[in-house]
C-alpha cells in the first residue's frame, strides 16, 4: 500500500510503464541478514525505499551475531551485551524470526501488531495532510534503476533481482522499487511537512525525543535536493536515522520523463518528494525503551496495554476469581483499551508475571480471591519495578478502575518520553574544537559544534573517529557561532554521532 498526493495536473511519461508515484509503501521483506529488525548503517535498501545510511547491521556491526544469542528463554543483560540483548528480545519476545531464505524475515504477530500501531497513527496523519492510498506493483523492470544510476551520481542500488516467472526466463529482470511524486512549488513544502509528522509521531506515540533536521551534503540521498531527517538517540547512545524526507528535485523526473501539463499548457517535469520510515522503528523502541528484563513499550503503540492474570491456589477459588477477572477485562475492554485475560493454566502466576514483563506490557492487574472479597485489585506499572510501581487497593468498580488505569497508561507514556529526553540531553555535548569533538566521540556521546567546514573535513571526522554528521538540527541557538575545525564563520550547529 502506498500513500499518493497530487495536484489537478495531467501527468505525462515516455515510458511504457508509469513510474510509480508513491509516498508512502508497506514493509518489504527483503534485505534483512542476521537482524530481523534491522538498524541499518550505511548504503542499502530500506523496507520502504531506498535512501542513503540504511543498511542491515551484520558482520562486526553485530557482535551478538546468531551463533551468541544467549539459549531460548533468557535474555542476555543489556549492560553486558548490548547487541546479544536486542536479538534475544527480538526472539523471546515473539517480535520477528529469519526466514528461510537470506535477505527475508517473519515479522511475528506480536510484533506485526506494534508496526500495524505506526501504521494506523500514520495513516490518518497522511490522510489528513491529502494524501490516498494506493497500490502499486512489487516489481518494476531492472532497466528503470540502472537509468536512475545513469542520471543519479552516487546512486548504488542493492537490490533483490528476478530472472525467472512462471518457470520461464523473463526477457527483463525484475526488482523491488518505486520513487514518489509531488506538485512543483509543493515539493520542499512537502518534505517539511512530512519529516514534521515523523517527529510528532516519534514523540507522541513512540515516546523517542528525536531531533529533526537537514542532513549535510555528504549525507544527502544520492540525487536528492535535499535530505530531511529524524535522529533518535539508543540506549547505547548510538545515533539511528529513524525517518527520512527527501525533496528529490526534479533528477529522477528528468531520468524518467515524467512531466505535467501547466496552466499554460507547457509540459514541464515534475517536482518529487520521498518519505518513509519502516518496520526499523521498531527496532528504535525496543533500543530506546528497553531494560535489562526485555521489552518496553509505551502504551500507545502496545498491542496489549494491559495484561490480567488471575491468581488463586485452591480449586474452589478457581471459579470465583476467574470470573472476576473476566469481568475485569470486559470493562476494560468495552473502554477501549487493550487488555488481554492470561488464564491459561500451563504457566504459575510469577512466570507469567515475567513473561509479560518480558513482553512489555504497560499494565499488569493482579487479582486473586482477597481482592474478590475487597472488590478491588492490584495494578503494576512496568516501568517501575518493584512495590514502588504497584498500586493496591484499587476499586474494582466499572469507571474507578478504568480511570486509574487510563490515568497510569498516561503516566507511564508520558515518563518514558521524559526518561528518554534526559537520557538524551545529558549524552550531548557542545564542543568547541575538534579535539574536544574527538574527546566526547571516545566517550560513546553525541558532538554538537558550529560547523561550516567543507565536505573533505567532514570525510575526515568520520574518517577518524567513526562518527558523521547526523543532521543540522531545525532548532538553532542564536548568536554568532564559528566553525570548530576551520575557525570560520558558522550559521549552524551540527550533530555529530557513531550510528547504525
Not at 135 to 144: G, K, L, T, V
Not at 407 to 435: G, P
Not at 475 to 495: D, I, S
Amino acid at each position: 500500500m502506498v500513500s499518493l498526493r497530487l495536484t489537478s495536473l495531467a501527468i505525462f511519461t515516455t515510458h511504457p510503464y508509469r513510474p510509480s508515484l508513491i509516498l508512502r509503501s508497506s514493509p518489504r521483506l527483503v534485505r534483512f541478514h542476521r537482524n530481523p529488525f534491522a538498524l541499518s548503517s550505511s548504503k542499502g535498501f530500506s523496507t520502504q525505499t531506498l535512501q542513503k545510511d540504511e543498511r542491515p547491521i551484520e558482520g562486526d556491526d553485530v557482535k551478538g551475531s546468531q551463533q551468541q544469542q544467549s539459549k531460548k528463554g533468557t535474555i542476555t543483560p543489556r549492560s553486558a551485551d548490548f547487541s546479544a540483548w536486542y536479538l534475544d528480545v527480538i526472539r523471546e519476545a515473539e517480535l520477528a524470526d529469519y526466514g528461510p531464505v537470506r535477505g527475508t524475515m517473519v515479522i511475528r504477530p506480536y510484533g506485526y501488531a506494534i508496526w500495524e500501531a505506526i501504521q494506523d497513527y500514520l495513516n490518518v496523519k497522511f490522510k489528513e495532510t491529502g494524501h490516498s492510498n494506493m497500490y502499486f506493483p512489487q516489481f518494476i523492470p531492472y532497466s528503470f534503476i540502472k537509468k536512475e544510476a545513469s542520471h543519479v551520481e552516487g546512486f548504488s542500488p542493492e537490490l533483490a533481482l528476478v530472472t525467472i516467472g512462471g518457470g520461464k526466463e523473463l526477457e527483463e529482470e525484475l526488482v523491488e522499487g518505486h520513487t514518489a511524486h509531488a506538485s512543483a512549488e509543493e515539493a520542499e513544502k512537502e518534505a517539511l511537512q512530512m519529516i514534521d509528522v515523523y517527529k510528532k509521531f516519534a514523540y507522541e506515540q513512540a515516546a523517542i525525543p528525536v531531533i529533526a533536521g537537514r542532513k549535510s551534503r555528504v549525507e544527502t540521498f544520492a540525487g536528492a535536493s535535499r535530505t530531511y531527517t529524524i535522529e533518535a538517540m539508543m540506549g547505547d547512545k548510538k545515533a539511528l536515522q529513524a525517518g527520512t524526507s527527501h525533496n528529490l528535485g526534479q533528477n529522477f523526473s528528468k531520468a524518467f520523463e515524467t512531466q505535467f501539463q501547466d496552466e499554460s499548457g507547457q509540459r514541464r517535469h515534475v517536482w518529487q518528494t520521498s518519505w518513509a520510515i519502516s518496520t526499523r522503528f521498531i527496532g528504535a523502541i525496543i533500543m530506546n525503551q528497553g531494560d535489562d528484563v526485555g521489552l518496553m513499550l509505551p502504551p500507545r503503540v502496545a498491542p496489549i496495554q494491559v495484561i490480567i492474570v488471575p491468581i488463586w491456589k485452591k480449586e474452589e477459588e478457581k471459579t470465583t476469581v476467574s470470573n472476576a477477572a473476566a469481568s475485569l477485562e470486559e470493562i476494560l475492554k468495552s473502554a477501549g483499551i487493550r487488555v488481554k485475560l492470561d488464564n491459561s493454566e500451563q504457566n504459575t502466576p510469577g512466570w507469567k508475571f515475567n513473561f509479560w514483563e518480558m513482553k512489555g506490557v504497560p499494565i499488569r492487574i493482579e487479582i486473586g480471591p482477597r481482592d474478590v472479597s475487597s472488590g478491588t485489585v492490584v495494578v503494576c506499572r512496568r516501568d517501575i519495578p518493584g512495590k514502588q510501581g504497584k498500586y493496591f487497593g484499587v476499586s474494582m468498580e466499572r469507571s474507578k478502575v478504568e480511570a486509574h488505569v487510563r490515568a497510569k497508561l498516561d503516566e507511564i507514556q508520558a515518563s518514558l518520553l521524559e526518561k528518554a529526553t534526559s537520557f538524551r540531553d545529558i549524552n550531548i555535548v557542545d564542543v568547541s574544537s575538534y579535539d574536544e569533538l574527538k574527546a566526547v566521540i571516545s566517550q560513546g556521546k553525541w558532538a554538537r559544534g558550529p560547523w561550516s567546514a567543507s565536505d573533505e573535513e567532514e570525510l575526515r571526522v568520520k574518517e577518524e573517529t567513526g562518527a558523521t554528521i547526523r543532521c543540522f538540527p531545525f532548532e538553532q541557538p542564536t548568536g554568532p557561532k564559528t566553525c570548530f575545525m576551520t575557525g570560520n564563520p558558522a550559521e549552524e550547529v551540527a550533530l555529530f554521532a557513531k550510528s547504525y
